[in-house]
């Protein structure tokens, strides 16, 4: 079974090699190296897809750093890609990029699923400070809005050196755009509009942004005002209407900063309130109108202070996460409450170069507490600590890339028990020591090898060990485990790098090996896996390949194929995970022109049926969808406008999604007609 999903596999890297041959013979532009690397701000230049390799990235090694000397696999998604690709949800998208998925329910729930791990295996970042809300449950998506995020930067494999627990799967950064500046002492005030409508949940959306700069001091004092506002009715299926499954969403956001020569500080507050409908059977379930009422507030300060090519980043931020779980739409009682409040923080120094290596050196510290409320138990009361001390070193030598890190966490879960649950009084204590080592051979050249080791881990939460109740957000009785240990993982990464004039792209394989892998078991009735869920811990081994290639076919028409696929398995008891995608394949056929800014695609991607399910987990059929996009851009005197249209599964393809909690018993969405429109104000 594993040698058929590996054949499959095949068809896409025998295009790749077809297309590294092709660049490899082709003849080489005048245009250097460093002009084919710069980012493309906007869509009025050859737009910078999500395939390809980013410019310089953060979120990996802390540092800005090209790409392509970085060992570990990331990914970048901005500028016209990031705006015509997001969505209600950070899963949805992201879930164009090789090795991600969108752990899919209802219209307002997508969780990134990278490379067969989700939940709390995957790090979710604002801006570098990271966010913990509740992400342990299936149904409680990432509260972070990506509307107006200058990119999002995706870590592929264990990060647990620069994040600590939970970074098994991977991270994503929502990076904000920075603050204007009033260059000669020139006051700066602009805005930007973004609005779009979705068919397929009748789905409008707006984004509002003001900001502007003034001179201040020796520096200049920069400040932002956004708002976004979403609303999505029932979900529209060929096969009808699910009900309740609706949302509601809004989102507002200030910051102030001062940014001098020699010193920063930036100072941001943000709130969101969800509302969103949870659908369940209509079988087992008739007329369940269930809602959830998320309220999101988070507050940081960033500071940078620069000296000798040496500079110290200080980051401190709270952050409030409201969960309310009720029963159906018009009661005002709380069937499930769940409140954290966090405080995090961490220092960098970033120092110049010592014995030729460049890197940061830091500590990291968080402090959660949580409590429930409402008429239902899940979970008992519970205070969490961490603190971490890390290193990340990087260094060129000859033809050789090389990066190295290591850390040691100490983290602790106290509870002062729970009378309804039969649970008393407990403290537990966990460390863990994680380290990564890595190589690129000859960065710089057309082809590059590329190979990275990392250690990760993830401490046990609280409802891993103490969960014991009816969770009404998944419409299942989840029960959990005392006894758990801390999930360590060992991950190889080796990566195959294209980058001409022509063709670029990017074939990766990986095996990540889990030491007890913290997992919910079905228990429910036969076919219906999602029941009631209980904790266990076992052994656990993914093995996986991506693929991504970009081919510049004339100077307007362009090629995209990407592919992945994981194969995962309980070493323990030889059975599959739950919530691992099927092998998918995209091909795509792009034309852009440079001016008058105009662009349209025609894509097919293709879903296998995943022929290896977690217990009774159901398994739709393979799936083909066609999806169509045509735009334009026209420079104002305000500056840009962007006019995107989109088509997703043009000919109304009836089929149900693997990674969708709905698959039992609703399609997937049909025809779903997307027009998106933004300007510079």
């Known amino acids: 079974m594993v040698i058929r999903r590996l054949s499959t596999f095949a068809l896409a890297a025998a295009a790749w090699s077809a297309t590294t041959l092709a660049a490899q013979r082709a003849p080489r532009g005048k245009q250097d190296s460093t002009t084919r690397d710069s980012t493309t701000r906007d869509s009025t230049t050859r737009d910078t897809t999500a395939r390809a390799l980013p410019t310089l990235q953060v979120t990996a090694t802390a540092v800005a750093t090209e790409a392509r000397r970085i060992a570990q696999p990331t990914a970048l998604l901005s500028g016209a890609e990031l705006r015509r690709a997001n969505s209600a949800s950070l899963g949805e998208t992201l879930q164009q990029i090789p090795g991600i998925r969108s752990l899919s329910m209802t219209t307002g729930i997508g969780k990134p699923v990278i490379r067969g791990l989700t939940n709390n295996r995957v790090v979710t970042l604002a801006n570098g400070q990271r966010t913990e809300t509740q992400q342990w449950g299936h149904d409680h998506s990432p509260n972070v809005e990506s509307a107006d995020a200058e990119r999002l930067e995706v870590v592929k494999g264990p990060a647990s050196v620069l994040y600590g627990s939970d970074a098994l799967g991977g991270v994503v950064n929502v990076v904000r755009r920075p603050l204007p500046v009033a260059a000669n ?51 529209r299926t060929p096969g009808g209407i699910v009900s309740n499954t609706g949302n509601i969403t809004g989102y507002s956001e200030g910051a102030l900063g001062w ?204 409802s891993d060990l103490f969960a014991n109740g009816f969770h009404e957000g998944t419409r299942a009785f989840e029960i959990g485990r005392a006894d758990l240990r801390v999930e360590s993982s060992v991950n190889v990464d080796a990566a195959l790098r294209l980058r ?37 811990q076992g052994n656990a081994r993914l093995v996986g390949a991506e693929l991504g290639v970009t081919v510049a ?21 030889d059975t599959a995970l739950p919530f691992v995608p099927p092998p998918r394949a995209v091909l795509t056929m792009r034309w852009d022109e440079k001016a008058p800014g105009r662009h349209a695609s025609l894509s097919s991607e293709w879903n296998a049926q995943q022929t290896r399910t977690f217990r009774d987990d159901f398994a739709p059929k393979a799936w083909n969808v066609v999806s169509a996009s045509a735009g334009m851009s026209r ?47």
């Open 635 to 681: 420079l104002t005197p305000r500056g840009l406008v962007h006019v995107d249209l989109s088509v997703r599964n043009l000919f109304g393809t009836r089929y149900r999604d693997f990674m969708s909690r709905y698959k039992e018993f609703a399609d997937a969405a049909g025809r779903a007609v997307v027009l998106r429109v933004s300007a510079d104000l």
């Open 259 to 462: 940014q001098g020569a020699r010193s920063d500080i930036t100072a941001t507050g943000s709130l969101r309130d969800e509302r969103i409908q949870v659908a369940d059977d209509p079988v087992t379930a008739p007329n369940y109108t269930g809602r959830q009422q998320i309220r999101t507030q988070r507050g940081t300060v960033d500071a940078n202070v620069r000296r000798g090519g040496q500079r110290l980043q200080l980051q401190g931020g709270i952050e409030q996460n409201r969960r309310a779980e009720f029963g159906d739409d018009r009661t005002t009682d709380v069937a499930l409450g769940l409140l954290s409040r966090t405080v995090s923080g961490f220092a960098h120094w970033h120092h110049t170069p010592i014995a030729g290596a460049t890197g940061v050196v830091g500590v990291a510290m968080q402090h959660t507490r949580f409590t429930t409320f409402g008429n239902e138990t899940l979970i008992p009361d519970n205070s969490a600590r961490a603190l971490g001390v890390y290193a990340l070193e990087q260094r060129t030598i000859g033809d050789f890339a090389l990066s190295a890190g290591a850390r040691h966490d100490w983290r602790t879960l106290s509870t002062p028990g729970n009378r309804v649950l039969g649970l008393l009084p407990t403290d537990r204590a966990f460390t863990a020591t994680t380290g990564t080592l890595g190589a690129v051979y000859r960065p710089t050249s057309p082809l590059s090898v590329a190979v990275n080791v990392a250690r990760g881990f993830r401490a046990p939460s609280a």
């Open 185 to 235: 002492g020139e006051r700066v005030t602009r805005g930007r509009l973004a609005t779009a409508w979705n068919s397929a949940a009748h789905s409008p959306s707006l984004t509002l942004v003001g900001e502007g700069a003034s001179a201040a001091g020796s520096g200049s004092l920069g400040w932002r005002l956004s708002g976004t506002g979403r609303r999505a009715l029932d979900l």
């Open 500 to 536: 001409t004039a022509r063709v670029t792209g990017e074939l990766t394989g990986y095996v990540n090996r889990i030491r007890d892998y913290i997992y919910l078991t079905p228990v429910g009735l036969p076919g219906r896996a999602l029941d009631s869920l209980q904790i266990e």
């Open 553 to 573: 076919l004339t100077r307007t028409l362009s090629l995209h194929t990407t592919a992945d696929l994981v194969h995962a398995t309980n070493t323990s008891d």
